[in-house]
């Protein structure tokens, strides 16, 4: 079945590090990933859609100089985090959609929790 | 405009059947979705459904009627690990999904 790898699982790191996320599909080329955000007790909120060559599209809301995602092959979508903030603690999940068979499904990776100090 | 609605939280017995439900409006649609989410941990896709009618898929079915705007998520012989959250959406005309909140699932013995 597709597999999406996300990395790191944690993070924790001081207030003004800059993280980065990496997500990999596994077994299947990602023509189309998103990148999710989720707070405690709360629904996934879409913070952008990461397009394999072009340039994300970000949700209104998110600043797309914070949060910068990197789409540079078909198996691979970055996002980081910039100067981040204890604000900006969260669970951030990646998902991809299987290019190839046309399939509609969105495979989600583990999840990021990021904490900041 | 769209949205989608779904109970903010149930509770079962052991054993015991539930169905979730998930309402919806949008105008253009590609698709209803269902995902399970443990604790701390990303959503799982469970099931989609694009046509009226049921789907069933071992314990866990689900149906869809696009007409009324409408799908369940039916769990049988309920375990205690089925306790999660259980994440409805649908896909919009952009292909793009819109989530519920989700419903959380308590399991009694």
């Known amino acids: 079945g597709a597999v999406v790898s996300q990395h790191p699982s944690r993070v924790i790191c001081k207030s003004g590090t800059s993280v980065k996320i990496e997500c990999r599909s596994l077994?299947?080329?990602?023509?189309?990933m998103f990148w999710y955000r989720q707070f405690p007790k709360q629904s996934l909120m879409l913070m952008a859609t990461s397009n394999e060559g072009s340039k994300a599209t970000y949700e209104q809301g998110v600043e797309k100089d914070k949060f910068l995602i990197n789409h540079a092959s078909l198996t691979l979508s970055t996002l980081t985090v910039t100067s981040a903030h204890p604000e900006d603690s969260s669970f951030y999940i990646c998902s991809a959609r299987d290019g190839g068979t046309g399939h509609l499904t969105q495979h989600f990776g583990d999840g990021t929790r990021l904490s900041i100090l | 405009g769209q949205n989608i609605d779904q109970p903010t939280e149930m509770t079962a017995t052991e054993g015991a059947i539930v169905q979730i439900n998930c309402t919806y409006q949008t105008s253009g649609f590609n698709g209803l979705f269902w995902y399970q989410q443990h604790a701390g941990e990303a959503p799982t896709f469970l099931s989609y459904?694009?046509l009226d009618g049921l789907e069933e898929k071992g314990r866990f079915s689900s149906f869809l009627s696009r007409s009324k705007g409408y799908s369940y998520l039916l769990l049988k012989e309920l375990q205690m690990k089925d306790s999660a959250s259980y994440l409805c959406?649908?896909?919009?005309?952009?292909?793009?999904?819109?989530w519920g909140a989700g419903t959380k699932l308590i399991i009694k013995p």
């Open positions: 077994d299947f080329q990602a023509t189309t």
């Open positions: 959406a649908f896909m919009d005309s952009n292909y793009q999904l819109i």
């Open positions: 459904n694009v």
